[in-house]
């Protein structure tokens, strides 16, 4: 039996919003280019520190 709804996306993978283009949002600690568009909300990094502040956290203790 399928249990399919209407909405089926199939495999598409779950990838976090991106900009489709530039402009792109400033990295808040570095000013590097980041892969958020320039209108999105809140705290943007760009992938190096996002690495970095996960690496952070991971450490704390
Ligand atoms: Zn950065």
Redesign the pocket.
């Known amino acids: 039996m399928s249990d399919e709804g209407c909405c089926t996306t199939g495999t598409g993978a779950a990838r976090p919003r991106a900009a489709d283009g530039p402009p792109y949002a400033e990295?808040?600690?570095?000013?590097?280019p980041?892969e958020y568009p320039e209108s999105y909300r809140g705290i943007t990094?760009?992938?190096?520190?996002?690495w970095?502040e996960a690496q952070r956290s991971a450490c704390s203790g």
Do not use: K
Request: hydrophobic share 20%; net charge neutral; proline share 7%.
């Open positions: 990295c808040v600690l570095c000013r590097e980041t990094l760009c992938p190096r520190c996002e970095q």
